[in-house]
């Protein structure tokens, strides 16, 4: 009997297990035609190749389990993050994958049984399949055993993303098992009905609710199976742009002085040299300007910011790079990601996935205290709840006039942010290192040390 | 009596499926097409 890691549960033929050396998947007896097939057909070559899906090492048979084919450790991965964190450059990525991965598949004569976006993480800017025993063989007039799950899991997000927002990708956070194609079409503004992928995927798609639970006789050949790929394909190539219902962030640092962002980014640089952090988060990362720099001198970086156009922006830039440390990923600290799924342990809360060595929080404190009215002392909790060692938080004064504006904006009425207020908040958690003002408009750079850090 | 929390929600996808199959055989019939006229006028030229 092997105990399954929580979010492998599902699947029939494999198990996701953590072992001291890492992840490892346990292939079953039961998938053994597959899995063969997949291995020496050069299908599973042809997509680790293109970088569609994640190679593996074969560790081979599991002698104390007679139920087991094969044993395989998978590439380990630094960070996952999940749909429900993913920019809509993201969504609209892993759909196009999920696709060329089927229209690869269907070549050689297999098929994905399962279309959830889950089964995606994203490197170097692309989505790759983690999921090695999804394959199927595909058999002509054989329906598609994901089809429903693609169009609850997968097309309806992004359209409602395309179509709605950006934001909605959220929900997805609460139907983790897909959001019902009723739902789907209800929400879909009026102007998706003319989009044929739309009306025939999830509006007609939605009015068929079960019935008759006898197999259809008639399925689809590969032939008509890579048309409708490929139809769907296109209609995501041409969804290229979502609609925005925000998007300030992403000029953030135009109007800045240059001098202040020189002087912020030699003192960044300084510090990351001096702490050498093996993991960072940057929250509230903007368009990524200082995890890029963080990158240089970490292993691996989470860049986290709320607004999607910026997660796109820094993606963009990942993918332009090929960037491998960097994950980027929308998340709102006002409300992050939390544990989820079943007995909330299939999914991570993003503190467990995204504790870090050091945590870079520039220009953050005041929007988290101002706009999203979050007291000093939960701030203070917040940034050590993502940090191990080191934590770099820039200070922007109560007379800057950003801060000023913000405070403007709530009648003048809010008091309960001042420098000692944030020292003193800081201070439960933090040792204070070091502290540099920058720039003309004497914000501060605070290098903070998490008091029960090992020595370093 | 009809319960509704039995019904399978899959069965309708896959009735759907049935009929999608249905309109992808004229989109196929007339993708052939396309690719014979492309052929021919390529073969002309």
């Known amino acids: ?27 079953f007896k039961t998938y053994q035609k597959e899995y063969d097939y997949l291995t020496q057909s050069g299908l599973y070559h042809e997509l680790v190749d293109k970088g569609l899906m994640i190679g593996h090492e074969d560790v081979g048979p599991d002698n104390e389990n007679p139920d087991v084919y094969k044993v395989i450790r998978p590439e380990q991965i630094a960070f996952q993050s999940y749909p429900f964190e993913w920019s809509y450059g993201q969504w609209r990525k892993a759909l196009i994958a999920l696709l060329d991965i089927n229209c690869i598949a269907l070549k050689y004569g297999m098929i994905l049984k399962d279309a959830t976006p889950f089964n995606f993480y994203i490197t170097k800017g692309r989505a790759v399949l983690l999921d090695t025993t999804s394959f199927i063989l595909f058999t002509k007039n054989d329906v598609w055993a994901a089809y429903r799950q693609f169009c609850e899991e997968f097309l309806g997000p992004l359209a409602l993303m395309h179509y709605n927002g950006d934001q909605w990708s959220e929900l997805v956070s609460a139907y983790t098992r897909g959001l019902p194609l009723t739902f789907i079409s209800r929400q879909l503004r009026r102007s998706s009905w003319f989009s044929l992928t739309c009306l025939l995927h999830i509006h007609l798609h939605a009015r068929f609710r079960g019935g008759s639970a006898t197999k259809p006789q008639k399925g689809f050949t590969a032939e008509k199976l890579l048309s409708l790929f490929s139809m769907i394909r296109s209609a995501a190539v041409s969804w290229n742009e979502p609609y925005r219902l925000k998007g300030a962030w992403k000029n953030y640092y ?47 970086v989470i860049a986290i910011d709320k607004d999607e156009s910026c997660i796109d922006s820094i993606e963009d830039e990942i993918e332009e790079r090929s960037i491998a440390n960097i994950t980027a990923l929308t998340v709102d600290l006002a409300a992050p990601s939390p544990a989820c799924g ?85 201070s439960a958690d933090f040792d204070q290192v070091e502290e540099v003002e920058i720039g003309p408009g004497k914000r501060k750079l605070f290098l903070f040390k998490k008091r029960h850090a090992a020595a370093t | 009596m009809h319960y509704l929390a039995y019904i399978d929600q899959g069965s309708g996808s896959l009735l759907f499926q049935a009929l999608l199959s249905g309109f992808l055989t004229v989109l196929v019939f007339f993708k052939r097409i396309a690719a014979w006229l492309k052929f021919k006028l390529r073969l002309k030229k």
């Open chain 1, 1 to 27: 009997m092997i105990t399954p890691n929580y979010s492998s549960y599902r699947d029939p033929v494999a198990r996701v297990v953590r072992k001291q050396d890492g992840w490892y998947r346990y292939v």
């Open chain 1, 254 to 300: 135009d109007g800045g002085s240059p001098k202040y962002i020189i002087e912020k980014e030699k003192t960044v640089i300084q510090w990351l040299d001096k702490i050498k952090p093996h993991t960072v988060a940057d929250l509230g990362a903007n368009t990524g300007r200082f995890a890029f720099i963080a990158a240089k001198y970490a292993e691996y």
């Open chain 1, 342 to 426: 079943v007995l909330n342990k299939e999914y991570a809360s993003i503190f467990d996935r995204g504790r870090s060595d050091a945590v870079l929080g520039l220009a953050l404190v005041h929007h988290l205290c101002i706009d999203m009215n979050i007291s000093m002392q939960l701030v203070a909790e917040t940034f050590s709840a993502f940090c191990e060692r080191f934590a770099i938080v820039e200070f922007v004064p109560p007379d800057d006039e950003r801060v000023v504006q913000l405070i403007e904006n709530l009648g003048g009425l809010f008091t309960e942010y001042s420098e000692e207020l944030f020292i003193t908040a800081f």
